[in-house]
């Protein structure tokens, strides 16, 4: 099995994941609100982070499956570039 010619996460791309993670968990954090069953602000707050948690967790690993498909592609195309993506009939 040959190596990869580059790594898999870089500095720049792992800050630019965990800056849209944080964007989404404020948003998730934001929308769900009005979805939790309290009149305690705190309460509010708390379990909408709780939840907003979850699904930016789960964004996290939909975007780095997203890279790794992508860039398996890209380097599929790279190798044999008659082949990968053509789909001629």
């Known amino acids: 099995m ?3 010619d ?3 996460l870089r500095g720049l791309t792992l800050a630019l994941d ?3 993670t944080l964007v989404v968990f404020a948003f ?3 929308i769900l609100r009005s979805h939790v ?3 305690d ?5 708390m379990w909408a982070a709780v939840t907003a948690s979850c699904l930016a967790a789960l964004f996290w690993l939909a975007l780095q ?3 790794a498909v992508l860039g398996a592609q ?5 190798a044999h570039p008659t082949v990968a993506g053509e789909h001629r009939e």
């Open 2 to 4: 040959d190596q990869p």
């Open 6 to 8: 580059r790594k898999p």
């Open 18 to 20: 965990a800056g849209l």
């Open 28 to 30: 998730f954090t934001w």
């Open 37 to 39: 069953p309290s009149n």
């Open 41 to 45: 602000p705190f309460y509010i707050w």
């Open 65 to 67: 499956m997203f890279r």
């Open 74 to 78: 890209l380097a599929a195309k790279r």
